[in-house]
């Protein structure tokens, strides 16, 4: 298995163009595919194309927050604190490996999110133990995010939970479908054992014997290859005689001000909505308040967040291409065709794998798993009423197919790949060799599972 993740992880890196370049020849493959499979002409394919490249404007925004916020609260010197005592703890690259699947593991459980502050925790941890392998380190923060489809902010199943949804307004359910049937249910609990077994086996198996000086950023940092600046501005301009506005800036009473009004709304909020209230919204605000209130200074603050803004380019400029694809997709009605062809050779029993490799495939084009399940949902729900297969059931087994190749596809690299770079010069070819060994694992793996239960 080392030697399998070493082959792949050289090919990938070689082969795997820069994400920009890769979203580039997804849109040029998309657009040939519509002109075969739906006969679309010129106006059509371009317009489906435009149409579609606004539709993530308020997605991007998020996702450029939770990076800078969660880079921000994640280099706060309380989080530095809690990474020196870890780094007592944990000595060796097999505990830095293992400290990052489990901490990653049951955070994205939790909310996908938090994957942030894993990375942060990753590439601190990797400052300081020697002889960890910080590709593959990467590739464990990408095999981390995998019990999100088993957790509580999976977006299939809550879209499927909310009252009057667009498929009930279609007619194609007659209810809303409780968590009991999908992420509680005894199919997902028997599913994520499988996951859990699949990703610790595999990563553990796969974990790099030697390696390359260029990626032990700990020796590198002792060697002085790499600076690590200490200390904060405000710490040395308190050396400095300020102005009276330099003065307002750094005042705490600030910091006191906005952190006593979010707190308390935190609280409120949490105690009110539950589980049901972790969203992007209300996660990006909590981080932005502990941000603010593990910093100190409002500068002090805002410094943090100038240096994570450099790392969200990618997510400005390639989130808009992913969404013009997403609207060729539905737009010329190739989503529909592409999931019709698929589940046209279904039963009762191969339903279930049909429909996550129906997932699987067109993932590799719409990476969002709302967006993508309201593209190719009405169709797998029509076919599944058809053959009288269990909704919840079937709403899973499509989530397991968008989290398969998410593992080959490096948009929801541009997550946490932009906080590692902050140590290395590291992209999501670097690591995705390792997570393509795991994506291939995965899927043999739960399409047994599909088959037998």
Do not use: H
Not at 272 to 293: D, H, K, M, P, V
């Amino acid at each position: 298995m080392r030697k399998l993740g070493e082959f792949f992880a050289d090919k990938v890196r070689r082969w795997l163009p820069d994400s920009f370049s890769f979203a580039i020849i997804l849109t040029f493959v998309s657009m040939i595919m519509a002109v075969i499979l739906t006969k679309s002409g010129p106006s059509t394919l371009l317009g489906a194309w435009y149409k579609g490249f606004w539709i993530f404007l308020e997605f991007s925004m998020q996702m450029a927050l939770i990076v800078v916020l969660g880079y921000a609260m994640g280099t706060s010197p309380v989080f530095v604190r809690i990474f020196d005592w870890l780094a007592t703890k944990v000595k060796t690259p097999l505990g830095v490996y293992l400290t990052v699947l489990i901490v990653g593991g049951i955070t994205s459980y939790i909310y996908w999110g938090f994957t942030v502050a894993v990375a942060v925790l990753a590439m601190e941890l990797a400052r300081r133990v020697k002889k960890v392998d910080y590709r593959f380190l990467g590739a464990c923060v990408y095999a981390s995010l995998m019990p999100t489809v088993f957790g509580l902010s999976v977006t299939a199943p809550l879209l499927m939970n909310t009252p009057k949804n667009k498929f009930i307004e279609l007619g194609l359910i007659d209810r809303t479908i409780p968590p009991s049937e999908t992420i509680f249910s005894g199919y997902s609990f028997t599913m994520l054992a499988v996951t859990i077994i699949v990703i610790f086996g595999t990563m553990l198996l796969m974990r790099p014997r030697e390696v390359d000086p260029k990626w032990d950023m700990a020796e590198r940092i002792e060697k002085g290859e790499i600076k690590v600046l200490g200390g904060s501005a405000d710490e040395k301009a308190a050396l400095e005689e300020l102005l009276p506005a330099e003065k307002i800036d750094r005042s705490i009473w600030l910091t006191i001000f906005t952190c006593f009004c979010g707190f308390i709304f935190i609280i409120y909020y949490f105690a009110t909505s539950g589980s049901s209230g972790i969203n992007l919204n209300s996660i990006n605000f909590t981080f932005l308040i502990f941000g603010l209130a593990f910093w100190g200074r409002p500068t002090a603050f805002a410094r943090a967040v100038l240096d994570g803004v450099r790392g969200v380019a990618a997510i400005i400029v390639q989130f808009p291409f992913y969404a013009g694809i997403m609207g060729i997709f539905m737009y010329t009605g190739m989503s529909k065709v592409i999931a019709d062809w698929l589940v046209s050779f279904s039963t009762a029993v191969t339903f279930p794998w049909f429909a996550f490799l129906t997932a699987c495939v067109v993932n590799m084009f719409i990476p969002s798993a709302g967006g993508e399940w309201m593209v190719i949902g009405p169709t797998l729900l029509q076919a599944g009423k058809a053959i009288g297969f269990p909704v919840g059931k079937l709403v899973m087994a499509y989530s397991y197919g968008d989290m398969c190749t998410n593992l080959i596809q490096p948009f929801w690299t541009l997550v946490f790949v932009p906080v590692l770079c902050r140590l290395a010069d590291i992209r999501a070819r670097d690591l995705m060799g390792y997570t393509a060994v795991l994506c291939m694992v995965w899927f043999v793996a739960i399409s047994i599972v599909l088959l037998i239960l």
